[in-house]
């Protein structure tokens, strides 16, 4: 069975520090990666999306960045934190088939907050 | 530009009735419609979904309801237990396109 990980589950950080939020993904091959936040108040927001290694699309223009170093590992990335980065981070892993939607599986989620 | 929207952030219900979550959306060429069910610090966790072809979706207590020429969509729980209380989001999404839009979510709170 597929399973999906994200470390750590929270994160207190200063402003102006860098980020590293890691996810790994189990028992598939070749799987669609997501990052998304969730931010106080409002809806999932997706802020990348990865169709392959070191294939990498981005929805928002933002302090953030994305890399995928293995097939099934999604980092999510930041060299100068904001405030406004604070909020929940979930990853995502579809099924890579082409041409059909295919459901979409969250980890657990970091929770960040920037002080 | 909010495309899915989620008009009531907060609902609470007595054990046993019905729960009816709403969402509504703008751009017709979406085609698949789904709801997801997150408990607080933890992942969204898929619960029902339904394509455009059809207007209802049943799965056990659980019924969707697709209104196309509205662009509406619900969520009906019946009856509603106390393990209901969570966050709704309804998401859509192109056919063939891996990205979901999802809405703001409404808390569902059910009263014992």
């Known amino acids: 069975s597929q399973t999906i990980h994200q470390w750590p589950a929270t994160l207190v950080q200063p402003v102006g520090s860098p980020l590293s939020l890691e996810c790994t993904v189990e028992?598939?091959?070749?799987?669609?990666l997501y990052w998304y936040r969730q931010a106080a108040g409002r809806g999932l927001q997706l802020l990348f999306y990865s169709v392959g290694i070191g294939q990498i699309s981005s929805e928002v223009p933002q302090n953030l960045s994305a890399s995928r170093p293995q097939d099934r590992q999604f980092i999510l990335s930041s060299k100068k934190l904001l405030l406004s980065d604070s909020g929940f981070y979930l990853c995502a892993w579809s099924a890579g088939t082409s041409g059909f939607y295919n459901e979409q599986f969250f980890g657990p989620g970091t929770r960040l907050t920037v002080l | 530009d909010q495309q899915v929207k989620q008009n009531s952030p907060s609902l609470s219900v007595q054990e046993g009735r019905i729960s009816i979550l709403n969402c509504d959306y703008t751009n017709s060429m979406f085609d698949y419609f789904l709801w997801y069910k997150k408990y607080p610090a933890e992942g969204p966790t898929f619960l029902i979904s339904?394509?455009?072809?059809?207007d209802k979706n049943e799965d056990g207590r659980f019924t969707v309801f697709l209104n196309k020429s509205a662009k509406h969509l619900s969520l009906h729980i019946v009856p509603s237990q106390p393990g209901d209380s969570a966050v709704y989001f309804c998401a859509v999404v192109n056919f063939g396109n891996e990205k979901l839009t999802f809405g703001t979510g409404t808390r569902l709170t059910i009263i014992p």
């Open positions: 339904i394509s455009s072809i059809k």
């Open positions: 028992g598939t091959s070749n799987p669609n």
